[in-house]
C-alpha cells in the first residue's frame, strides 16, 4: 500500500500546478486531470490509505522529535550531569545517572520519591542528581532555596533529611517551617532567611529553569535517564526497565 502512496506522489511531482513540464508523465492537461480524478476514486475505494499515510507521518515526525531531543541532551550533557551545584545522590560515579527536575508542592513528585530512592538502593550503579525547578508558586520558591542553602553550607546528608521532611510534609511552607525542618535536619546555617535569598542560591534556581526551559521541560516531575525525557509520574517498574535498558547500552 505505502509502495501505491509513493508511486502516486511521484507521478504528481512530475507535473507543475500549471500544465505538463519537460519531464511530465503526462502530454495534455485533459491527462493530468484525468489521472486526478482517478487519484480521487482510488482513493475513496480506500479510506484506509489516507490513515496509513497519516500514521506514516506521525511516525517520522517521532522520529525527527526524538533525534532532536537527544541532540539537545547531548549538547547539555556537563549542565545536566557535571553541574557544580546540585545534590548527588547514590553512586557519585555511577554510570547511569539520572536527573529529576523536581518541586516539592508537587503532588506526583512526593509519589516518586520513595520508589527513586528504593531504584537507588537496588541499583549500585545509580548516579541521581536532583534539580530544584520549583513552578507551582512561592512555598515551592521557598523549599527550593532552603534545600539549595543546606546543599550549598551545610552538607549531602542535611540536604537529604531536609528533602525527606519536605517530601512527606502536607501542611504550608513558610519561614518557620523551614527553620524547624532545617534544624531538625542538623543544619548550622545560622540565618536561614538570609541564605535563602542570597544571589547564589537563586542563581542556581535561575539556571535550572533556563535548562528547563532549553530542553522544553514544564512540569514535575521530568525524569532524565541518560538520553531519555520521562515527563511525570513513573513506576518503580517503569524505571527499573528503563535502568536495564539503559545499562544493556553502555
Same mark, same amino acid.
Given at each position: 500500500?505505502? %509502495?501505491?502512496? *509513493?508511486?502516486?506522489?511521484?507521478?504528481?511531482?512530475?507535473?507543475?500546478?500549471?500544465?505538463?513540464?519537460?519531464? *511530465?508523465?503526462?502530454?495534455?492537461?485533459?491527462?493530468?486531470?484525468?489521472?486526478?480524478?482517478?487519484?480521487?476514486?482510488?482513493?475513496?475505494? @480506500?479510506?484506509?490509505?489516507?490513515?496509513?499515510?497519516?500514521?506514516? $507521518?506521525?511516525? @517520522?515526525?517521532?522520529?525527527?522529535? !526524538?533525534?532532536? #531531543?537527544?541532540?539537545?541532551? =547531548?549538547?547539555?550533557?556537563?549542565?545536566?550531569?557535571?553541574?557544580?551545584? *546540585?545534590?548527588?545522590?547514590?553512586? @557519585?560515579?555511577?554510570?547511569?545517572?539520572?536527573? #529529576?527536575?523536581?518541586? $516539592?508542592?508537587?503532588?506526583?513528585?512526593?509519589?516518586?520519591?520513595?520508589?527513586?530512592?528504593? !531504584?537507588? =538502593?537496588?541499583?549500585?550503579?545509580?548516579? $541521581? !542528581?536532583?534539580?530544584?525547578?520549583?513552578?507551582?508558586?512561592? &512555598?515551592? %520558591?521557598?523549599?527550593?532555596?532552603?534545600?539549595?542553602?543546606?546543599?550549598? $553550607?551545610?552538607? =549531602?546528608?542535611?540536604?537529604?533529611?531536609? *528533602?525527606?521532611?519536605?517530601?512527606?510534609?502536607?501542611?504550608?511552607? /513558610?519561614?518557620?517551617?523551614?527553620?524547624?525542618?532545617? #534544624?531538625?535536619?542538623?543544619?548550622?546555617?545560622?540565618?536561614?532567611?538570609?541564605?535563602?535569598?542570597?544571589?547564589?542560591? =537563586?542563581?542556581?534556581?535561575?539556571? /535550572?529553569?533556563?535548562?528547563?526551559?532549553?530542553?522544553?521541560? #514544564?512540569?514535575?516531575?521530568?525524569?532524565?535517564?541518560?538520553? &531519555?525525557?520521562?515527563?511525570?509520574?513513573?513506576?518503580?517498574?517503569?524505571?527499573?526497565?528503563?535502568?536495564?535498558?539503559?545499562?544493556?547500552?553502555?
Amino acid at each position: 500500500m505505502m %509502495t501505491l502512496i *509513493s508511486t502516486l506522489f511521484a507521478f504528481q511531482a512530475s507535473f507543475s500546478q500549471d500544465g505538463p513540464t519537460e519531464n *511530465s508523465f503526462f502530454e495534455t492537461k485533459e491527462e493530468k486531470e484525468l489521472f486526478h480524478i482517478e487519484i480521487q476514486r482510488f482513493i475513496l475505494e @480506500n479510506p484506509a490509505i489516507i490513515i496509513e499515510a497519516i500514521q506514516l $507521518y506521525q511516525k @517520522n515526525k517521532e522520529k525527527e522529535a !526524538i533525534a532532536k #531531543e537527544v541532540q539537545i541532551l =547531548n549538547d547539555k550533557s556537563a549542565e545536566l550531569f557535571q553541574d557544580k551545584h *546540585s545534590f548527588i545522590g547514590g553512586n @557519585n560515579d555511577g554510570k547511569i545517572k539520572i536527573v #529529576e527536575f523536581m518541586d $516539592y508542592k508537587c503532588g506526583y513528585c512526593k509519589k516518586n520519591h520513595s520508589i527513586i530512592w528504593s !531504584i537507588i =538502593n537496588e541499583n549500585s550503579d545509580v548516579k $541521581y !542528581i536532583v534539580k530544584e525547578f520549583p513552578i507551582l508558586g512561592p &512555598q515551592s %520558591t521557598m523549599a527550593a532555596q532552603a534545600l539549595l542553602s543546606v546543599l550549598l $553550607y551545610d552538607s =549531602n546528608k542535611t540536604y537529604k533529611s531536609l *528533602s525527606d521532611h519536605l517530601i512527606s510534609y502536607s501542611g504550608p511552607i /513558610n519561614i518557620k517551617t523551614l527553620k524547624t525542618f532545617a #534544624e531538625l535536619s542538623g543544619s548550622k546555617i545560622p540565618d536561614l532567611e538570609a541564605t535563602m535569598k542570597s544571589e547564589k542560591v =537563586n542563581l542556581i534556581i535561575t539556571k /535550572n529553569a533556563s535548562l528547563a526551559k532549553k530542553l522544553r521541560i #514544564e512540569g514535575t516531575p521530568t525524569f532524565i535517564i541518560e538520553d &531519555q525525557i520521562i515527563r511525570g509520574f513513573i513506576s518503580k517498574n517503569q524505571m527499573q526497565e528503563l535502568i536495564e535498558l539503559t545499562r544493556k547500552k553502555l
